[in-house]
């Protein structure tokens, strides 16, 4: 259960409004590449494993995204396409590069909808679009929703020097898929004009990166990131335990001698013997979380600098966090639990003593690691972030705060007698339909209002809270769903502070 934490670290063919309308009877739809037929539902309609670009395999792989072969013969839409080749991290793992397919969830009741388009977290190593299954947040939100897989690990991110303007590979993926959007949101009852991307994790780091690469401008309309910023960095152990000191975001040319070592690891000297080895030679190397390339075409600068300069696609955002973040990495470490060691690991001797003044260990040294983490690496650097984006665009904040969320099959991985609080990725069992995440009525009513706020967003780019502004965000609580202030809740002076 425990490298189930590597989930913590995703004008075309306009059809008229009269067959939109028998696609919902019968199931069948056509898309820009040919017809597909999916699966009709009391409530909804749900076309699965559709293919947006051609199989990344052979002499594609390391390649941007090609078009798909058309086709003219329904193709059965009733089951998801393979989850993209990665490292069992995450309990599920892939050796499938034929794996650039995404899913459309849309209510029985057509027309021109908001779309929203998830992208999947994981770290840009796990994981895949087809475990967030988006009945309730459609059919109560009344939108389209559109889940994809897309290239992870040394597959979308290897920034190789013989590769030109490479390590961006999955970030083009989901462009690719957000231009699908574009051709074909239409034909599923969904208005390519009014288009929001989201994720979660990886999948928002994914969203920060298409806020500021010049090359998603057009392609979506809002934005929403769930626990994972522009800003974010980590030290050692910061997100998964044993791993070390990271960020989102890798340079150019560290990319390169990284890939060089990886080559001379795998007996490669060229990118021709790289290509000719299965996909197992490289998911048999599973490193966590996998950082995006910057200095290539697709992120020209680093994410946070865009937002410094004012330089990225300036849409309504939506950008926060989960109370209690860091508990979920702080459950992992092994005892006996070495509070001081933890910290001088991830920033040094120095700055620990001051971290230990300003978070003792108290009755439960877990829980001030767990503060540590959820302050130090999380909020304080997605509220960085909203104060950045809040200079040139109407920015959001929240904070998921249900301390008695379900676990799931999360509930192994928690010590006896550590509370789990409102843990790293708690929140997606609230808008997604999560196999054994049972929601109880309270929670199911702290749901719906959440997906009534995603979807008002996606629907008008206005949430119903206020703009994000000196720290204030709207905090979903059991009983409570309204305005705190976050940067005083997480301790950010004292982070900013000590650097």
Known sequence: MRKRLSL????????????????????????????VRGTVLADHQLYQGIPYAAPPVGELRWRSPRPVT???????ATKPGPACAQAAGAGSPSSTEDCLYLNVTTPSRHGRKPVMV???????????GEGFGARRLAVQGDVVVVTINYRLGFFGFFGHPDLPDSGAYGIEDQQAALRWVQRNAAAFGGDPRNV??????????DVCAHVTSPLSRGLF???????????TTWGANGVIHTKPAGAPWITNSAARSDAVAVSAQLGCSDVACLRSLPATAFTAIDRGATPVVIGNSVLPMHPADALRSGRFNR???????????????SATVPEPFDYRGLLEQSFGAEKAAKIIAEYPAGESARVA???????????CNQLADDRLLSRFTPTYGYEFADRTAPLGWFKDLFPKGF??????????AYLFDVPTFDLDLAQQRLAATMIRDWTTFARTGKPGWARFSTGNVQEYALGRVGQINALTRHNCSFWNSIG
Not at 196 to 205: L, M, P
Request: hydrophobic share 35%; proline share 6%.
């Open 8 to 35: 913590l670290m995703t004008a075309g063919l306009l059809l008229g409004l009269t067959e939109v309308a028998q696609a919902g009877e019968t199931g069948l739809v056509r898309t820009d590449a040919g017809p």
């Open 70 to 76: 058309p086709w003219t013969t329904p193709r059965d």
């Open 118 to 128: 998830y992208i999947h977290g994981g770290g840009n190593s796990y994981l895949s």
């Open 196 to 205: 929001t991307v989201f994720g979660e994790s990886g999948g928002a780091f």
């Open 221 to 231: 309309q809002k934005a929403i990131a769930q626990s994972g910023g522009c800003s």
């Open 315 to 329: 849409v309504p955002v939506i950008w926060g966090n989960t109370r209690d973040e860091g508990r979920l990495t």
């Open 369 to 379: 690691y767990g503060a540590v983490l959820t302050d130090g690496v999380w909020a």
């Open 419 to 428: 509370p789990p609080g409102a843990w790293h990725s708690s929140e997606l």
